[in-house]
């Protein structure tokens, strides 16, 4: 085997792709393809950069300070990573995530300046760092396969690097390097154990992460920044946190059958738990609402909490009535109150705040895990004969729930053709809802929306397919294009809800939904849910379920998979015919007498191992193992022993054995062997 201490463009493309699955995925995981590839690009550029640079000046004296050029290079995109945020495209990562801006940073400026084994190690690190964040966010399911992928390259090059150190140190020690790859030293020098390792890691983690994830449920839970969510993430905890955007249309969802909380209420309701306001072109965003709000509207009365008079007169200037909820979290919940209408009173100690949309926040809890007990008040009057149209708001806080901004031109001409017939503003709405709904066939399976395209046009237009989020979507940029209030509104849908003796109704997650509403005048906010009068598709149906397993196996986008697996496994190859089959004609004639000395080894090792029933591990050489079980071994031991040394000299001498010394060796194995099973045999 050729003995190369360099480094080889095979270790550079190892690093590069270790650093551009990593960047790939952090970026997916918040839903932002187009980052993810920018992302992905620079890395790859860097590399491909840092390897010609290292070809041209690894053995001169700026080669040799590397190192020092890694660190301030490093150190000086720590200093620019807010600056660098700003320029990435989607508007790059959410402050909550500037640590990935930063790892990323350091591994594509490090990059550049990877011209020696330990610079090169070290930008695998941040990829590490990378992936700990997409576990933490857990949104992107692909990921799995990728950080898979991102082991086995990991693992190898580490290995590869060891390889190297090792041959360095055999040479300054006076030793033949090639005994590195003699019996058992070749695993501990070479790719072998790398991929080993490796494989028993992703095994490992298969089996360990999600009990590990469970376990860890509590601590996770904490993490409330937001993510660019899919829709198929409306559970508990992307439904109920206090977040400022969501997406829509981003592809298939799985729904789980996981309870969230149970609740007693006197009949099924939309339970809401978040409003948007303004249509981003992605999706919906509503940053001022949250901005802004009255803190400490509530006042104490006993062992509750009741709004202020002021309060209720600014935010309920229409008929409603009182309905108390009892809600019971099976996991912890998120601040904001899920309720089917301003909270009136409430029976909790936490402090809370209103903002302009009427949303509950807890400001002294960041979960809630406790029983709430509540009333809300929900509208009751008929909006038949009520205007939608130019109505201004009671509380808006500087909200435009009637902006036309980002509506494309092909909504706004199916709103006039939907609306063409007339009547009042219930009406109206009604039409447009019916429009939708003869339109759009409901379908969690519905493919995501193309990165140039407007959700809402498209599914209107091209797909008409889809489910709640861009239903919902569709009736309010269709509602506002004929000049209504309307907003978007997340939370859970009770149509499918499981009652128990007590009246208690479980939440699951497979509940969660999104659906329009539009204020009338005088009263109130008004619910259109555009799925209830759609077809839909078999398996994608509002509320159906899959099992934890399915739903993951749902998940995983088989072609990437299987592109990932064809990829990783022509890099296996090639690593594999470079490492092993790449050999110089003095070792090609030692391999080619001396495997005749490793065979009646190994056959000699069978048959002690059947003998005294304990196998070789794999750390250990030929004679640690004869010189522990000797005592099993008995009268035979001595001439164990001696074959041992046959089996060493026959390996690891200058020379190489005569066809005569290895028949010798073979015919000695065979009658040991055959002595073996006698003794084996009397001891029975």
Not at 210 to 218: C, D, I, V
Not at 358 to 378: C, D, H, K, M, P
């Amino acid at each position: 085997m050729r003995l190369n201490t360099d480094r080889g463009f095979i270790d550079h493309l190892l690093a590069i792709v270790c650093g551009m699955v990593s960047s790939y995925s952090i970026a997916m995981s918040i839903g932002k393809p187009s980052l993810a590839i920018f992302l992905a690009v620079v890395v790859g550029f860097a590399g491909f950069a840092g390897y010609g640079l290292s070809i041209s000046l690894g053995e001169t004296k700026v080669g040799n300070i590397s190192g020092w050029l890694f660190a301030i290079a490093a150190f000086a995109a720590v200093l620019q990573t807010r600056t660098v945020n700003g320029f990435l495209p989607e508007e790059g990562f959410p402050w909550q995530l500037l640590a990935a801006v930063l790892m990323w940073l350091v591994m594509a400026a490090g990059s550049v300046f990877s011209w020696s084994d330990g610079t090169l190690l070290f930008v695998t690190l941040p990829g590490i760092a990378l992936f700990g964040l997409v576990g933490t966010i857990d949104s992107w399911r692909p990921a799995i396969g990728l950080f898979c992928l991102f082991l086995v390259c990991a693992a190898v090059l580490y290995a590869r690097v060891n390889q190297r150190a090792m041959i360095r140190r055999a040479e300054k020690a006076g030793a033949d390097p090639k005994l590195l790859w003699q019996d058992v030293w070749k695993w501990m020098a070479g790719p072998e154990w790398a991929f080993a390792a490796a494989g028993i890691i992703i095994v490992l983690s298969f089996v360990g992460a999600p009990l590990m994830q469970t376990s860890l449920q509590g601590v996770s839970s904490q993490v409330n920044f937001q993510v660019q969510n899919q829709v198929q993430n409306l559970g508990q905890n992307r439904i109920n946190r206090v977040n400022s955007e969501t997406a829509i249309g981003t592809g298939p969802v799985s729904h789980s059958d996981t309870e969230v909380f149970k609740v007693k209420i006197d009949e099924p309701m939309y339970l809401r738990g978040k409003t948007y306001t303004r249509y981003t072109g992605k999706g919906w965003n509503s940053s001022r609402t949250n901005a802004r709000g009255t803190d400490n509207p509530f006042t104490k009365e006993g062992d509750y909490q009741v709004l202020r008079d002021g309060e209720r007169d600014r935010m309920l200037t229409y008929p409603y009535k009182e309905v108390d909820v009892f809600i019971n979290p099976t996991l912890p919940l998120n601040p904001t109150l899920i309720s089917p209408g301003p909270i009136v009173r409430i029976k909790d100690s936490n402090s809370f705040k209103v903002d302009s949309e009427g949303t509950t926040i807890a400001t002294t809890a960041s979960r809630v895990s406790q029983n709430l007990e509540f009333t809300s008040a929900v509208p009751t009057g008929s909006p038949n004969r009520a205007s939608a149209v130019g109505v201004r708001l009671p509380v808006s806080d500087g909200m435009d729930y009637q902006t036309t901004e980002r509506i494309p031109r092909a909504v706004r001409d199916m709103t006039f053709d939907a609306i063409r017939e007339g009547g009042s503003d219930f009406e109206k709405a009604m039409a447009i809802k019916r429009f939708i709904e003869r339109t759009v066939k409901y379908n969690t399976k519905a493919p995501p929306t193309p990165n140039a395209a407007d959700p809402v046009e498209y599914c209107l237009t091209t797909s008409k397919q889809g489910y709640c989020d861009v239903f919902a979507s569709s009736m309010i940029l269709m509602a506002r294009t004929a000049g209504m209030s309307a907003r978007y509104a997340t939370g859970y849908l009770m149509s499918n809800a499981e009652v128990d003796k007590n009246g208690n109704y479980s939440i699951k997650e497979a509940d969660a939904h999104a659906w329009a509403e539009i204020y009338f005048e005088d009263v109130g906010w008004v619910i259109f849910d555009a799925t209830e009068g759609a077809e839909y598709v078999d398996g994608g149906e509002v509320g159906s379920t899959t099992s934890r397993f399915q739903q993951w196996l749902a998940t995983i986008p088989l072609g990437p998979i299987l592109a990932i697996v064809g990829f990783g496994s022509a890099i296996a190859i090639i690593i594999a015919w470079a490492l092993y089959f790449r050999k110089n004609p003095e070792y090609v004639a030692e391999k080619s007498t001396r495997k005749y000395v490793a065979r009646s080894m190994f056959q000699y090792q069978r048959s002690v191992e059947k003998a005294v029933k304990a196998p070789k591990r794999f750390s250990a050489t030929i004679r640690e193992y004869t010189n522990q079980h000797a005592a099993e071994l008995g009268s035979l031991a001595p001439e164990a022993t001696a074959l041992v040394t046959r089996f060493e000299s026959g390996l690891y001498a200058k020379s190489e054995p005569s066809d005569q010394e290895i028949k010798s060796l073979q015919d000695d194995v065979k009658e040991f062997v055959r002595k073996v099973k006698a003794l084996k045999k009397s001891r029975a």
